[in-house]
Structure formats: structure tokens, C-alpha cells
């Protein structure tokens, strides 16, 4: 069993930077892609960027403002000129390589507001 913590997150002023960390521990194997997700209230949860053996993949409303890395089994989430409408519960998950098995962290809350 694998299990993904999240942590960085909280509240920020509009045009901030916040940096998410997603570490995975447990019975560890290849895992890969890896990736972040988000929910906002009243909204599906979406995409928000993954990365995959180095290849990384952004929703468009992130790109230029958020970038995704990993070392070794942490995901890292850079968000950077943050706007009031990426408030949510950012979620990250990993796939263990070849298989249909998908791990979800229990979630973070950022929250953009002056």
C-alpha cells in the first residue's frame, strides 16, 4: 500500500506563490505518472498538471504560472501569480507504472484572497 501527503498549502494574496509537496511512502514501487488534481466547491475534480518520466502535461488555465517536478518519490506543485479562481482542494496522485492502480493523497486547501 502506498500513501501520498500533501502539505504547502494555505491561504495567499492574489498574485502570490505557493509551492504543494506531495511525498509517497509505504509499500514504494515504480511509480509513475504522478500528477495534481484539484476540486473546487460545487466544481469536478480537474487536471491540473502530471508528470511523466520527465514529461510534464499542464491544464491551460496553469500554463506559464505552475510547474510541476518530482525527485524521486516527491511531486512538487510551484504555483506562481496565483488568481482567486485556483482556490480549491488540490489533490496529487501517482499510478503505479503498468497497472490500473491509482493512489489519492487526502487533499490540501489553497486559498487566494485579499
Known amino acids: 500500500q502506498v500513501q501520498l501527503v500533501e502539505s504547502g498549502g494555505g491561504l495567499v494574496q492574489p498574485e502570490g506563490s505557493l509551492r504543494l509537496s506531495c511525498a509517497a511512502s509505504?509499500?514504494?514501487?515504480?511509480?509513475?505518472?504522478m500528477g495534481w488534481y484539484r476540486q473546487a466547491p460545487g466544481r469536478s475534480r480537474e487536471l491540473v498538471a502530471t508528470?511523466?518520466?520527465?514529461i510534464t502535461n499542464y491544464a491551460d488555465s496553469v500554463k506559464g504560472r505552475f510547474t510541476i517536478s518530482r525527485t524521486k518519490n516527491t511531486v512538487y506543485l510551484q504555483m506562481n501569480s496565483l488568481k482567486p479562481e485556483d482556490t480549491a482542494v488540490y489533490y496529487c496522485?501517482?499510478?503505479?507504472?503498468?497497472?490500473?492502480?491509482?493512489?489519492w493523497g487526502q487533499g490540501t486547501q489553497v486559498t487566494v484572497s485579499s
Open positions: 508528470i511523466s518520466t520527465g
Open positions: 496522485n501517482a499510478w503505479a507504472a503498468g497497472t490500473s492502480i491509482v493512489y
Open positions: 509505504g509499500s514504494l514501487f515504480s511509480l509513475n505518472p
